[in-house]
């Protein structure tokens, strides 16, 4: 069986934008790194149900920085652009699709900005609404204010907000394609929150701390949108000294295991979770590279792939739906500057 995936990079040495993948599962082989749309430094990126492609975009006009997204069509190879979604200032960092509501949400680490846009028929975007954060926390990274890291769709259609700046877990209700403030969980100074992810049956959301390396247990409340803090648990050694960021966060269909890159300590650390969401470290798995930005489980749940930023190459584990152990299948698979894994 072959399941194709998109990898975003940064653009600063030899990458030139969005690159196509292919895994072969009965050869547990990474194979044809194929670009297929060119942009800067498209860092994350979403693929609609539709086949359009909504990547981070940078570019310089005038001298100046703009950012934004590009809109492509993957049903023709190379992607045909559609649109450049541009504005004065820093890219987003991170980029989704709310296909039942055809809209696309992008966080700003840099702007402290939440963007919301419609989809045209044809995969086009239209600006609804903005919010900007503001605050920041007392660690050095948030000195110069709010760095929102990930907006996302809560299991009850709420939009919840990690600010990796000021601290924050802020869900947004959204009515006529526009946010307002219902609920905001307040993380412990320095924590750093940076990405979540929901267990809907559990009713309770994973949340990691880039500065922290940590990652809390929360109940979510759907009656309010509010969050309350269960346990928080190391995603490194205790006798790691040296920096670590924790980064991405996947979580299995069945809800069994969480799993988390670690940048500095380069690893995926494996959770087990209990019936009613508590967190177990079971193992920290090398990513054999530098600085795993990003990782994410294939269609099928049976391999997980990462890409490490720092030595531009990609690592293959299959992964033990029993245990949630991974093993290695194949390292050092060059991919320039990978830091977002997208399966199609």
């Known amino acids: 069986m072959l399941e194709k995936f998109l990898i975003g990079t940064y653009t600063k040495k030899t990458s030139e934008g969005v690159y196509e993948m292919t895994l072969d599962t009965s050869k547990k082989e990474l194979l044809n790194l ?40 993957t049903k ?63 660690r050095p990274e948030q000195a110069d204010g709010p760095h929102p890291h990930i907006a996302e769709q809560t299991p009850d259609g709420r939009i919840v907000v990690a600010d990796l700046g000021n601290d924050t877990v802020t869900t947004y209700d959204l009515h006529d394609n526009h946010l307002s403030e219902a609920a905001v969980f307040t993380c412990e100074p320095g924590f750093g929150p940076r990405h979540i992810v ?31 803090l269960v ?25 069994q295991f969480l799993y988390v890159s670690n940048r500095g300590f380069n690893s995926i650390a494996v959770f087990e979770t209990s019936a009613d969401g508590h967190l177990t470290l079971i193992d ?34 299959e992964r033990n739906a029993t245990t949630g152990k991974l093993s290695l299948c194949q390292k050092d698979v060059f991919v320039p500057e990978g830091v977002c894994v997208a399966f199609e």
């Not at 391999?303 to 584990?317: G, S």
């Open 34 to 73: 194929n670009l297929v749309a060119k942009a800067g430094s498209p860092t994350y990126v979403a693929v609609s149900k539709r086949g359009i492609l909504y990547a981070i975009d940078k570019e310089s006009e005038n001298d100046q920085t703009v950012g934004g997204l590009m809109v492509y069509d």
């Open 76 to 138: 023709e190879k190379p992607a045909k652009l559609l649109q450049k979604v541009l504005k004065p200032g820093s890219s987003p960092a991170y980029v989704t699709v709310d296909e039942a509501r055809q809209l696309v949400y992008t966080a700003n680490y840099h702007t402290g900005i939440i963007s919301v846009y419609e989809i045209a028929a044809d995969g086009q975007l239209t600006l609804c609404d903005e919010v900007q954060h503001t605050g920041n926390g007392p």
């Open 198 to 228: 929901f267990d809907a049956k559990k009713r309770v959301a994973y949340l990691v701390g880039e500065l922290s390396s940590n990652v809390s247990v929360l109940t979510y409340d759907e009656s309010t949108g509010a969050f309350t």
């Open 231 to 255: 346990e928080t648990l190391s995603t490194i050694p205790n006798d790691w000294t040296a920096h670590n960021g924790a980064a991405a966060i996947r979580l299995t269909r069945d809800g």
């Open 284 to 317: 920290n798995v090398p990513t054999e590279g530098d600085f795993p930005r990003d990782f994410n489980l294939s269609a099928t749940e049976e391999f997980l792939v990462v890409v490490n930023q720092n030595t531009d190459n990609a690592t293959l584990f």
